[in-house]
């Protein structure tokens, strides 16, 4: 019911711009919890499985960039050569791509104002774009046709250029099925870095700001389940600094 609502407010926004209502009804509404079982996540165990059998596959990179950002689809099929900071290990992400019915791919604004922020990297997701660059490079070489440019997109076709978002989302689904993996959605990808983040113990303005959630409420609201957890041990935790220890007198 969650997302739901969020297409539908996002839905008669438009119309509003569109000068087809007069205002939207569902701003007025809160939005309702998400369901835990609306989020769907991969367990560590089924990373580690689904990156084992995607080693060769034309989306390794792609799988492997989003497990460790947490970017969403169009923000990762919108990156750039220039957003990537090879020595620092950081990623920038300035744009999102989308699919539109009038006027095909068009590049636009993060989704919400914190959308435009900087990412750490983990050294495998590094390595991994490292040899997606070189892979790159030495297609070009073939086809003799100039060297890579910054503007050139990290994850586009053939010759750099941006690519259809629903291309990665098929591919995803297909590649499942013929490896008989867990038939999870792409945006599993995103939640299971969430998921991660939270396990690891980071407070919920830094999962806010690293997803690119417009606030931390936001956060709270897609994965409160999640923060459940982490409260219960950290209760179990200050219970055992104040648990006397059964080796004193």
Request: proline share 6%.
């Given at each position: 019911m969650g997302h739901a609502h969020r297409v539908l407010r996002k839905a008669l926004a438009d119309a509003v711009v569109r000068e087809l209502l007069l205002r939207n009804p569902v701003s007025?509404?809160?939005?309702?919890?998400?369901?835990s079982n609306e989020v769907e996540i991969l367990t560590s165990e089924r990373v580690k499985t689904v990156l084992h059998a995607l080693r060769g596959v034309e989306i390794y990179a792609h799988v492997v960039v989003l497990l460790s950002t947490?970017?969403?689809?169009?923000?990762?099929?919108?990156?750039?050569?220039?957003?990537?900071?090879?020595?620092?290990?950081?990623?920038?992400?300035?744009?999102?791509?989308?699919?539109?019915?009038?006027?095909?791919?068009?590049?636009?604004?993060?989704?919400?104002?914190?959308?435009?922020?900087?990412?750490?990297?983990?050294?495998?997701?590094?390595?991994?774009?490292?040899?997606?660059?070189?892979?790159?490079?030495?297609?070009?070489?073939?086809?003799?046709?100039?060297k890579l440019l910054p503007t050139h997109y990290v994850f586009g076709d053939v010759v750099g250029e941006a690519r259809h978002p629903g291309w990665l989302t098929d591919k995803w689904q297909s590649v499942l099925k013929t490896k008989n993996l867990p038939r999870v959605s792409l945006h599993a990808l995103r939640h299971s870095h969430a998921s991660a983040l939270i396990a690891s113990g980071q407070d919920v303005v830094t999962v806010s700001r690293r997803l690119g959630h417009s606030s931390p409420t936001v956060t709270l609201t897609v994965y409160a389940h999640l923060f459940d957890k982490t409260d219960e041990a950290a209760a179990s935790a200050i219970e055992a600094i104040l648990k006397p220890s059964e080796n004193k007198p």
């Open positions: 007025l509404i809160a939005p309702p919890k998400v369901d947490g970017i969403r689809r169009g923000e990762l099929m919108a990156l750039q050569w220039g957003d990537v900071d090879f020595d620092k290990g950081k990623l920038r992400i300035e744009r999102s791509l989308e699919a539109t019915k009038a006027r095909g791919l068009r590049l636009k604004a993060p989704k919400t104002k914190h959308g435009r922020r900087l990412i750490s990297l983990p050294p495998l997701a590094v390595e991994v774009l490292r040899e997606q660059r070189k892979a790159q490079l030495e297609h070009r070489l073939k086809l003799g046709i100039g």
